[in-house]
């Protein structure tokens, strides 16, 4: 089986939506778990940072409900079972006291706050939770963002990752480009690649014309979240048919100890 980790809706499908397809066509078990995709917390206030993406994604008050069916429909296309993390979006976390703790774009590519409460993802019983939940054995792959434009919710499903790795130290566990920040290019990737201070090789996983077809069918189903990238579908699809070109494929990074 391979455990593909996604922050959130979308993330796991534009990374790594062209492996999947070949992944599940192959025979393979595919898992997409989505970890902060669940509803704000009652009471939550929303702030200007909030009402301006909510405005720009078309969703009314009810946006998380329908991005889970957005990544639901997607993982579908692609074969891949869809399933859902407890945590709330960056933009919807608060803290004991209730303070919104992410109220604008550069504080969601900052730094984790001290008291975001999904900072728990990375402890032992969590971790130990999700591997009993998924039945992943020690031949099961997982996948996990490398947090390359540093986003607050993909640098923390990137430690989760590590630490993973400390606690199954015989699953393999990959790294992915996360698309569309790996278009900042190399350096962005590079910073990525150094910021984990672990051995890590690079693997190209090539990706068949069908699959390349799979993927943007799939990221189409995330209607919501086209304008976040692009003017329209019909960019998405070039833009992604030419880079997976350019590419070769789709990369991730292998943990060298695992």
Not at 35 to 47: C, E, I, Q, R, S
Not at 86 to 111: K, N
Request: charge should be negative; aromatic fraction near 8%; proline fraction near 5%.
């Amino acid at each position: 089986m391979h455990l593909f980790l996604s922050p959130h809706p979308d993330d796991a499908v534009l990374s790594c939506g062209g492996q999947i397809a070949q992944l599940t066509r192959g025979g393979e078990k595919v898992v997409i778990f989505t970890l902060m995709a669940a509803d704000p917390p009652v009471g939550f206030k929303h702030n200007e940072f909030t009402e301006a993406l909510y405005k720009r994604w078309g969703l009314g008050q009810d946006a998380p409900t329908v991005r889970r069916k957005e990544d639901v429909l997607a993982g579908k296309m692609l074969g891949a079972d869809v399933k859902f993390g407890p945590y709330a979006d960056a933009i919807h976390r608060v803290s004991d006291s209730g303070r919104s703790l992410y109220t604008s774009e550069e504080a969601i590519f900052g730094v984790v706050a001290d008291d975001d409460p999904a900072l728990q993802a990375r402890r032992a019983a969590v971790i130990q939770v999700i591997m009993s939940l998924f039945s992943i054995g020690p031949k099961d792959v997982i996948h996990v963002p490398l947090a390359i434009g540093s986003h607050i919710d993909h640098q923390l499903v990137r430690d989760m990752g590590r630490a993973i790795s400390q606690w199954r130290p015989n699953n393999q566990i990959y790294f992915y480009e996360d698309y569309p920040y790996s278009l900042q290019g190399q350096a962005a990737i590079r910073d990525a690649v150094n910021a984990m201070d672990v051995d890590l090789s690079r693997t190209l996983h090539p990706i068949d014309p069908p699959a390349i077809d799979a993927k943007i069918a799939a990221v189409g189903r995330y209607k919501s979240q086209l304008s976040s990238f692009w003017d329209s579908e019909n960019q998405m699809a070039r833009e992604i048919r030419a880079f997976v070109n350019q590419v070769g494929g789709e990369s991730e990074w292998r943990l060298l100890n695992s």
